[in-house]
């Protein structure tokens, strides 16, 4: 690798990509136009609304074979039609059992320089750049079948994704497209890097990205604004491939990655631009980095109405933004989307054993069968525990935020009807993390989902977020207990 980076650099050049004027179709001679009737061109602007208002999967099956980016392993990535409704969820096949994993902000685990999703001890890598075609492409639904650990990284760009989802073809689905409408600001910072959601006068996402490492020459500062529709994305986007400077790749080398990619497969800056290659676009690495931002916040599992405006933001940023827009939305529409879902306290109290000041749960928002839940706990400086853990600075006590987690969970697994009358009992708790301190005022919004359940006993993956942002995480067995065999 060192012998490869030390070539000689070639010039940058940008690959012209000036679009080519749509012609004008005509079937026959059509009749005058009467003053009633709209022009051609109102009627192509009203396909093209009523496409956005649709649900839209592929039409057949779309292949894409390569190594992925980081470990390098031979990978096929199948992506299949899915119904309406279904979302984007992908499978391992390459295991003993295969194993599902919805594209969800829910079920991203955090990765330097990618993103990668998790459920129990199974890991999808690199999933931004398929997200990104897909989202490019407006398609909702499709399940990815992969045969390893990591997607095909291709040549760092979405064009492989695109150019096999074109090739199959996309079809329009009989069911309604839901948008996340931004409506107010959404801000988060790290450091000095940002990305916000703003609200916006057009119907349609519009992504401002601000390029600048103040003390990096070889990548001067870039300022791209960008539009997002499936032509221009094809055209101006997802032709970006990924970058890194010299020294960035000859660590990943050192460390054992990325051994199969040379400088002409990706692109990797030195002094004099891209070693052994060049550049697509004058300023490839903004649109990369756009192409990544599209990707990242379709794990919101909808499309977004609104403007993007980020400034250095990186994968882990744009994840808190999807979490921070997830909180609006269940906000907004959570409690009425799922009203039916819903246990108020007096609910809860039929199904837990627990009475103040133990009782941790305010309220369910949601219930999916025996899978997954969300739930409630508004913290107060009324709490007991207040006023004895550390009460000149109250934080809330990690076992009690760990009892909160272990209270939903019961919850969830009691309303399976083969569990109902019996009791969740606490039986161990695994990789328990504690993130940021919770503090009175806070709203804790707690997920559970269950990884196995089977007989008496259960494992449940459990979050708590405030802000949008992980406050804690666990992983809970339990032991499910006849309600007269409780014990005290």
Same mark, same amino acid.
């Given at each position: 690798?060192?012998?490869?980076?030390?070539?000689?650099?070639?010039?940058?050049?940008?690959?012209?990509?000036?679009?080519?004027?749509?012609?004008?179709?005509?079937?026959?001679?059509?009749?005058?136009?009467?003053?009633?009737?709209?022009?051609?061109?109102?009627?192509?602007?009203?396909?093209?609304?009523?496409?956005?208002?649709?649900?839209?999967?592929?039409?057949?099956?779309?292949?894409?074979?390569?190594?992925?980016?980081?470990?390098?392993?031979?990978?096929?990535?199948?992506?299949?039609?899915?119904?309406?409704?279904?979302?984007?969820?992908?499978?391992?096949?390459?295991?003993?059992?295969?194993?599902?994993?919805?594209?969800?902000?829910?079920?991203?685990?955090?990765?330097?320089?990618?993103?990668?999703?998790? !459920?129990?001890?199974?890991?999808?890598?690199?999933?931004?750049?398929?997200?990104?075609?897909?989202?490019?492409?407006?398609?909702?639904?499709?399940?990815?079948?992969?045969?390893?650990?990591?997607?095909?990284?291709?040549?760092?760009?979405?064009?492989?994704?695109?150019?096999?989802?074109?090739?199959?073809?996309?079809?329009?689905?009989?069911?309604?497209?839901?948008?996340?409408?931004?409506?107010?600001?959404?801000?988060?910072?790290?450091?000095?890097?940002?990305?916000?959601?703003?609200?916006?006068?057009?119907?349609?996402?519009?992504?401002?990205?601000?390029?600048?490492?103040?003390?990096?020459?070889?990548?001067?500062?870039?300022?791209?604004?960008?539009?997002?529709?499936?032509?221009?994305?094809?055209?101006?986007?997802?032709?970006?491939?990924?970058?890194?400077?010299?020294?960035?790749?000859?660590?990943?080398?050192?460390?054992?990655?990325?051994?199969?990619?040379?400088?002409?497969?990706?692109? &990797?800056?030195?002094?004099?631009?891209?070693?052994?290659?060049?550049?697509?676009?004058?300023?490839?690495? !903004?649109?990369?980095?756009?192409?990544? &931002?599209?990707?990242?916040?379709?794990?919101?599992?909808?499309?977004?109405?609104?403007?993007? &405006?980020?400034?250095?933001?990186?994968?882990?940023?744009?994840?808190?933004?999807?979490?921070?827009?997830?909180?609006?939305?269940?906000?907004?529409?959570?409690?009425?989307?799922?009203?039916?879902?819903?246990?108020?306290?007096?609910?809860?109290?039929? &199904?837990?054993?627990?009475?103040?000041?133990?009782?941790?749960?305010?309220? !369910?928002?949601?219930?999916?069968?025996?899978?997954?839940?969300?739930?409630?706990?508004?913290?107060?400086?009324?709490?007991?525990?207040?006023?004895?853990?550390?009460?000149?600075?109250?934080?809330?006590?990690?076992?009690?935020?760990?009892?909160?987690?272990?209270?939903?969970?019961?919850?969830?697994?009691?309303?399976?009807?083969?569990?109902?009358?019996?009791?969740?009992?606490?039986?161990?708790?695994?990789? !328990?993390?504690?993130?940021?301190?919770?503090?009175?005022?806070?709203?804790?919004?707690?997920?559970?989902?269950?990884?196995?359940?089977?007989?008496?006993?259960?494992?449940?993956?459990?979050?708590?977020?405030?802000?949008?942002?992980?406050?804690?995480?666990?992983?809970?067995?339990?032991?499910?207990?006849?309600?007269?065999?409780?014990?005290?």
């Amino acid at each position: 690798m060192t012998d490869v980076l030390e070539s000689n650099s070639k010039s940058a050049a940008r690959i012209s990509s000036a679009p080519t004027e749509p012609e004008a179709s005509r079937d026959g001679a059509p009749p005058p136009v009467k003053p009633a009737e709209r022009p051609a061109a109102a009627s192509a602007a009203e396909t093209l609304e009523d496409e956005a208002l649709h649900q839209h999967t592929l039409a057949g099956p779309a292949e894409v074979t390569g190594r992925g980016l980081f470990h390098g392993d031979l990978v096929t990535c199948t992506i299949l039609p899915a119904p309406p409704d279904h979302g984007i969820v992908f499978e391992r096949i390459d295991l003993p059992k295969p194993v599902e994993i919805p594209a969800t902000i829910a079920n991203v685990t955090p990765r330097n320089r990618r993103t990668t999703l998790k !459920v129990g001890d199974v890991t999808i890598e690199t999933v931004e750049h398929c997200l990104s075609a897909l989202a490019g492409l407006a398609i909702d639904n499709a399940i990815i079948r992969l045969t390893g650990p990591e997607l095909p990284c291709g040549d760092g760009s979405a064009l492989p994704y695109v150019n096999a989802i074109q090739k199959a073809g996309i079809v329009r689905q009989d069911a309604q497209r839901r948008y996340c409408q931004i409506t107010e600001p959404i801000t988060v910072e790290e450091g000095d890097a940002l990305i916000a959601a703003l609200p916006a006068e057009r119907d349609d996402l519009q992504i401002l990205y601000d390029l600048n490492y103040p003390d990096e020459p070889r990548i001067p500062r870039q300022l791209h604004a960008f539009h997002l529709n499936s032509e221009s994305y094809v055209r101006d986007i997802a032709p970006a491939r990924t970058f890194s400077l010299k020294e960035e790749a000859q660590a990943l080398w050192d460390r054992g990655m990325c051994h199969h990619l040379t400088p002409r497969d990706v692109l &990797v800056i030195d002094q004099n631009g891209p070693i052994d290659n060049a550049f697509r676009f004058d300023n490839e690495p !903004v649109r990369h980095k756009i192409l990544d &931002v599209i990707g990242d916040i379709y794990l919101l599992g909808r499309p977004i109405h609104g403007r993007i &405006v980020a400034y250095r933001s990186g994968h882990s940023l744009n994840h808190q933004l999807v979490y921070r827009l997830l909180e609006k939305l269940r906000a907004e529409q959570g409690l009425q989307t799922h009203l039916q879902r819903q246990m108020d306290v007096r609910s809860i109290m039929k &199904v837990l054993r627990h009475r103040y000041p133990m009782l941790m749960i305010d309220r !369910v928002v949601e219930v999916h069968g025996d899978q997954r839940a969300i739930g409630i706990k508004n913290v107060t400086i009324n709490e007991p525990f207040f006023q004895g853990h550390y009460p000149g600075t109250p934080i809330m006590p990690g076992v009690m935020i760990v009892e909160a987690m272990a209270q939903l969970s019961g919850l969830l697994l009691s309303s399976v009807l083969e569990h109902r009358g019996k009791i969740a009992v606490l039986l161990s708790l695994d990789k !328990v993390k504690l993130r940021r301190p919770v503090l009175p005022g806070d709203q804790m919004v707690i997920e559970a989902e269950t990884i196995r359940a089977q007989g008496r006993t259960a494992n449940v993956k459990c979050k708590a977020l405030v802000g949008g942002q992980l406050a804690a995480e666990a992983q809970i067995k339990f032991v499910m207990v006849d309600a007269e065999d409780e014990t005290d």
